[in-house]
């Protein structure tokens, strides 16, 4: 009995098995070895097909297959320059195999060599009986090179070839959308249907090309249509759920996340979005429930954390609030978007430490927002930490250069600490750049406001050097 590549036997997968686990020795055809080999790579287990290809070529040392099986484990190992030595060897023997040209061009997109590697593989084209495989390892080399216009054609090809080839139709599509080409993609999602009229994954793609373009009527009924092509395709509910959303349907858009629930396990993004259309539907008791429950599918979802944070927010319950941005700090302490919201509601608690290193904690995780760096800067003059102010401030000037906000704030921590000259220096950098922001100075530093004649320092034209 030999195994197939595409339907490998289970009794020559079992001997193959039972052998390693007994250590006896079983004789297979090399073409039940490819099968084996086949049936491991495509399961991803590696070592076995490794095995596989080491003991078939203890058996059939000549086979030119076996020995293409052994080019491509040493690929994956990255051992290029032994793979390379072996293909050449087996070219030697046959130059008319296109899984030798298909190798070599592996090797060479490992090295980066994209457009050599497609050289290679348009070879491998002209030779191939099935050129399926060839043309899509050809797009994908063009989208490496970031060629978007060639990826697309050959991508095309493989979906004339194999009008079920789904990977290669989501691909094209891609490359329609990076080339923000949305309109042409209807026409040609529309030619396609013209053949394959009852095409969920067709009908799927224009309804995303209608929402890009913002015509949410012929986007629903595209979802719609996907949806009559295939009543279980559930990428067709959610994105209809958005659609309908954006069309302020906020209780039909429930009904179409509510169908994903049924026909697979919740999604974390359909419960997200219940919560929220809850929500807009003033319906708090369901929203905080949805909200909850996304939090519980999956704690590592960020935007589940922020949305019950909010919630408790927009209900001035900052208890809560901070109950819920804590345990989401907890899991994650390196996401931005928490610290920012741990700061704020520590402020409306009055928290003030706790709140200065959130900000803290914000900045340190790259969140380099111009109200982030002064919303520290202000805790740190409540706190009395006039220094770590100038610090905090002199750090943000390298992100956000020339702003009246810090400049005066600049200019009154200086008088503050008795540096009158650099205190009228930035005093006078701020009036330049925005004048109106000179009430900074009565706001923040009234003691300073109540010394300084700020008609003076606009009637002075000229700039003191620090």
Request: glycine residues 4%; hydrophobic residues 40%; contains cysteine.
């Amino acid at each position: 009995m030999h195994l197939s590549p595409d339907e490998p036997n289970q009794f020559s997968l079992s001997r193959f098995e039972s052998m390693l686990q007994t250590n006896d020795v079983y004789f297979f055809d090399s073409e039940e070895f490819e099968g084996i080999i086949h049936h491991y790579l495509e399961h991803g287990k590696i070592a076995l097909a490794k095995k596989a290809t080491k003991l078939g070529l203890a058996q059939h040392p000549t086979s030119m297959n076996l020995k293409l099986f052994e080019v491509e484990m040493m690929i994956f190992e990255n051992k290029l320059d032994q793979a390379e030595v072996l293909l050449d060897q087996l070219y030697i023997l046959e130059q008319s195999n296109e899984e030798i040209f298909i190798q070599k061009a592996n090797i060479l997109s490992r090295r980066n060599q994209h457009r050599q590697a497609i050289i290679l593989l348009e070879q491998a084209l002209s030779i191939s009986e099935d050129q399926l495989d060839v043309l899509s390892l050809i797009g994908m080399e063009y989208l490496f090179l970031e060629d978007y216009e060639n990826a697309k054609t050959y991508f095309m090809r493989c979906v004339d070839e194999d009008t079920e080839d789904y990977s290669a139709l989501y691909n094209v599509v891609y490359c329609f959308e990076f080339l923000e080409q949305h309109t042409k993609a209807i026409v040609y999602l529309n030619e396609f249907l013209d053949h394959n009229p009852y095409c969920e994954v067709a009908w799927h793609q224009i309804g995303k090309q209608y929402y890009q373009l913002k015509d949410y009527q012929k986007a629903l009924a595209a979802f719609d249509f996907a949806i009559i092509s295939d009543d279980r395709f559930i990428g067709a509910y959610l994105e209809k759920g958005k659609v309908l959303e954006r069309l302020k349907d906020y209780g039909q858009a429930i009904e179409s996340y509510m169908v994903t629930l049924t026909l697979d396990d919740p999604t974390s993004f359909a419960l997200l979005r219940i919560g929220k259309c809850y929500e807009k539907l003033g319906q708090s008791d369901l929203a905080l429930q949805f909200f909850n429950k996304c939090v519980e599918e999956d704690a590592l979802l960020d935007k589940a954390w922020i949305a019950i944070t909010d919630f408790y927010v927009k209900k001035k319950d900052f208890d809560k609030a901070l109950y819920f941005i804590e345990k989401a700090v907890n899991i994650d302490g390196d996401n931005a978007l928490y610290w920012k919201r741990h700061a704020r509601i520590s402020l409306k608690l009055n928290r003030y430490e706790e709140a200065e290193h959130a900000f803290r904690r914000t900045i340190e995780l790259g969140n380099y927002e111009l109200t982030t760096w002064l919303s520290r800067c202000d805790l740190l003059i409540k706190l009395g930490e006039h220094r770590a102010a100038i610090n905090n401030l002199l750090q943000a000037c390298e992100f956000h250069p020339d702003q009246a906000e810090i400049e005066f704030r600049l200019g009154g921590l200086y008088y503050l600490l008795n540096d009158q000259h650099k205190g009228q220096f930035h005093m006078i950098n701020g009036l330049h750049l925005n004048h109106e922001f000179v009430m900074v100075i009565e706001i923040l530093f009234p003691k300073v406001h109540a010394l300084l004649s700020v008609q003076e320092l606009i009637q002075n034209h000229q700039k003191p050097s620090v």
